[in-house]
């Protein structure tokens, strides 16, 4: 496994204890720095993937 795949996997654990879930909400309707967190988080477990 390369380095970048483990920083990203270490991410996406802290992500998930960490950043409230997004996903039960309409994404469209959220606020703009909520957006953000469900962007980075979305970014993040499709590197960690």
């Known amino acids: 496994m390369t380095l970048s795949k483990r920083l990203f996997r270490l991410l996406a654990s802290f992500n998930r204890s960490v950043f409230p879930k ?15 967190l469900a962007a980075y988080r979305y970014w993040v477990t499709k590197n960690a993937l």
């Open 22 to 36: 997004q996903w039960d909400r309409d994404l469209l309707r959220l606020s703009k720095p909520r957006q953000a």
